[in-house]
């Protein structure tokens, strides 16, 4: 299928009035979401590929201060749409903010996370902007002639990995899935330009209120976890979770959990690391009772250091593993528990001890090597 041609008033705009890559800047009572950075970094390498801009979106109440982290994080250029009517995220509004900025000023390429919100937004806009929308993409590329967008994702429970082309409509949309991409080290001292445009709805043109903001009691934030300590189905139950949160708690990390863990309802869904849980890429992931069953892997094997701790030599977490210790973890786990436990309350050299005693040893292990010095595993 060709490109359409150029138009009047009602029809599509030819393909090459489209440009640039543009990264949706999800944010919280205007904090960003890291997935935010994570795509502006991507976002700016197809942008290099094919000699375009890039542009970051922030819409929302009081959010000008985004605009600079945008700049820093790689943005040429933000299109920002300010106002109360968007404090509070409602789909309605923060969709027609995004669809009225794609009419004006065309983007070739709008990527969103994969989160709550951004799927919430990123299928509402492609209604209204009538485009198409490639869900929960772990890989992106994009081609030199025509500029098409591969987005690509696993598909048919992780044993094969589709790739998802907008050849008839633009923009080309995708939701990035958190964590898979690096986020970029901010500049401070790059410079873009912001595009400041007013907000085409009214607080009456919007069906929704919102009453009130009810936090969750026990948030879960494995995306941006430095350690993750998690179990599957090897646990046995869900009160030997309870060694798994001590664990956690011991090196400043969070619990994580394979499905068969989730499914036998030994702990919330929130914990779940993989295809259907979360992607994750922590510095140290420590996986314990879990077999290694390719949906897990998916979502952990990025991690910067994998512990795996198993009874079966030949489980698979355990070839993929930097460090494999075979074994009862029902043993292994309050040993190095305690062990740990030791060893961050002996006085550093500085006089401090705990996690907090310096980022080279914060958690009382070695110091991963960045990631840029890890093979890759996803072959
Ligand atoms: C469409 C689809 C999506 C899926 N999405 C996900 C997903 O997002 N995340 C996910 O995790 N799974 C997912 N799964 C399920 C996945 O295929 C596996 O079934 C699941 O990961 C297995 O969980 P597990 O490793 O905890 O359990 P098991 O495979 O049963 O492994 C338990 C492990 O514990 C070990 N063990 C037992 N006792 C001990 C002990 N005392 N000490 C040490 N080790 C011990 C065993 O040797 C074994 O290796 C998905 C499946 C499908 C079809």
Known sequence: MTAPAATTADQTPAFSEY??????????????????????GVGRE???????????????????????????????????????????YRTQPYASAVAQLIRKYRP?????????????????????????LAADATQLAIEQDGHLLHASRPDFGGKLMSTILCKRHRPQ????????????????????????????????????????????????DLSNAEIIVAGGRGLGGPK????????????????????????????????????TGQTVRPRIYIACGISGAIQHLVGMQDSDIIIAINSDAEAPILKIADYAI????????????????????????????????????????????????KEDRSG
């Open 19 to 40: 440009r640039g890559v543009w990264v949706y800047v999800q944010h919280r009572a205007g904090i960003a979401a890291p997935v935010s950075w994570q795509l502006l």
């Open 240 to 275: 030997a979770f309870d060694m798994l949160f001590e664990l956690a708690q011991v090196v400043g990390g969070v619990v994580g959990a394979s499905r068969a863990a989730v499914m036998a309802g030994w702990i919330p869904y929130q914990h779940q690391v993989g295809q």
């Open 108 to 132: 070739e390429v709008v990527l969103y996370g994969s989160t709550v919100h951004g799927r919430d937004v990123a299928g509402a806009v492609a209604t209204v902007a009538r485009t198409g």
């Open 326 to 373: 075979v074994g009862d973890m029902f043993q292994i786990v309050p040993a190095l528990t305690r062990r740990l436990r030791e060893r961050l309350a002996e006085p550093s050299a500085d006089g401090h001890s705990g996690p907090e005693r310096g980022t080279e040893s914060a958690n009382g292990l070695e110091p991963p090597p960045p990631r840029s010095q």
């Open 173 to 220: 949309m995708a939701t990035c899935r958190p964590g898979v991409f690096p986020t970029p080290e901010p500049d401070p001292s790059r410079r873009g330009e912001i595009i400041e445009e007013p907000l085409g709805v009214a607080e009456n043109d919007v069906p929704t209120r919102v009453l009130e903001f009810i936090p969750e009691s026990r948030h879960v």
């Open 46 to 88: 197809l942008a290099q590929q094919i000699g375009v801009p890039v542009g970051a979106v922030v819409v929302g109440s009081d959010v000008g201060h985004l605009c600079q982290e945008a700049i820093a994080c790689g943005a040429d250029t933000v299109y920002l749409i300010d106002n109360p009517i968007l404090r509070d």
